[in-house]
């Protein structure tokens, strides 16, 4: 076991947890010969196997599951250690692991942007993934700090509203709708509309807000970003629910409209969060402490003007 290195262990814990090589690739950005190697030698050195594959699943055998208990003491082991240096050198150096939802992504750099010119020490891992993902990660204490929409109830975190994140109706600009006041649901629902993937919190607003009014939308196309699915709306395949943010960088400027459909916009809130109990660093905590201030600069405009550079938070006040 002596001859284990540490990747090996972080390739194994991301198999075990994710339950499938092509996941823990993409995960850790590798690809999935290298992490089918790297779980073999590391099943080699330990002299037993780790995984069993049954049909297209992947089973961790007894001694998997054992090790994988080992690895998460180990990392856990680690990540105190990793956060007591960083403690100790202050905000001098260390490092802030977020996950954030796709859609945060409109904001979330930019405002990472001016709090690393403050701290230049700080070194960021920004995770971008869909709202499953991100529940995952937070239930798995995977990174130090969340971003998402509201957290279920069933799972133990710390949350806070820092933002608004109110969803709209987009068409194209020359959409015969676009100028029209006061669409009902049902004009709406006979478009063909087009919906984020699976998974997505934009997706579960949209839906529940249909299903709520008792109305059935005729999904013409499924897409999994919301850059893809305004160039759709562009391209005249249909409308689509997503969130206001998603106007504020690189929007295919004057070719989208936002409709003005009764109940709209769907009034969702950005949270930070974390779970319960969970230690944070110093890092952490200023890094939350920036976000509630950013919060009042945020509101204004969708963000869009504030964080485009000249946000005052953050000039040595
Ligand atoms: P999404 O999440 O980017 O996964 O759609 C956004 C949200 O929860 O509002």
């Not at 090790?67 to 856990?76: A, M």
């Not at 959409?175 to 478009?191: G, M, P, Q, S, Y």
């Not at 409709?259 to 660093?281: C, N, T």
């Not at 110093?282 to 509630?292: D, W």
């Amino acid at each position: 076991m002596r001859h284990s290195t540490l990747r090996q262990l972080e390739v194994f814990e991301a198999i075990a947890r994710l339950k499938s090589f092509t996941r823990a690739a993409e995960e850790l950005f590798l690809t999935q010969p290298t992490v089918s190697m790297q779980a073999k030698k590391l099943a080699d050195e330990i002299g037993l196997p780790l995984f069993e594959q049954v049909g297209k699943k992947i089973y961790l055998t007894d001694a998997g599951k054992e090790f994988y208990q080992t690895c998460l003491v180990i990392f856990e082991h680690f990540s105190r250690f990793e956060m007591i240096a960083s403690d100790m050198k202050g905000l001098k150096s260390g490092k802030l692991r977020l996950a954030v939802v796709t859609t945060a992504k409109y904001f979330t750099p930019r405002l990472l942007g001016m709090f690393c010119q403050k701290y230049p020490g700080i070194d960021v891992a920004l995770k971008v993934t869909n709202r499953e993902r991100v529940l995952e990660r937070l239930t798995n204490n995977q990174d130090d700090l969340y971003i998402l929409g509201q957290v279920p109830d069933a799972i133990d975190a710390v949350a806070e509203v820092f933002l608004d994140n109110p969803l709209v109706v987009l068409a194209a600009a020359d959409h015969l709708l676009a100028n029209e006041k006061k669409i009902t649901v049902d004009r709406i629902c006979d478009e063909p509309f087009i919906m984020r993937e699976p998974g997505s919190g934009t997706r579960m607003a949209t839906e529940r807000f249909f299903l709520e009014h008792n109305h059935k939308l005729k999904v013409r196309m499924e897409l999994g970003s919301n850059e893809a699915i305004k160039q759709a709306i562009v391209g005249g395949l249909g409308i689509a629910v997503l969130s206001r943010h998603t106007l504020a960088l690189d929007a295919p400027m004057g070719q989208l409209a936002i409709l003005d459909v009764e109940g709209f916009p769907i009034e969702r809130h950005w949270y930070f969060a974390y779970p319960s109990g969970k230690q944070l660093s110093i890092v952490a905590q200023t890094f939350l402490e920036y976000l509630r201030q950013a919060s009042d600069y945020l509101e204004d405009l969708s963000c869009r003007h504030a964080i485009s550079g000249h946000c005052p938070l953050l000039k040595n006040e």
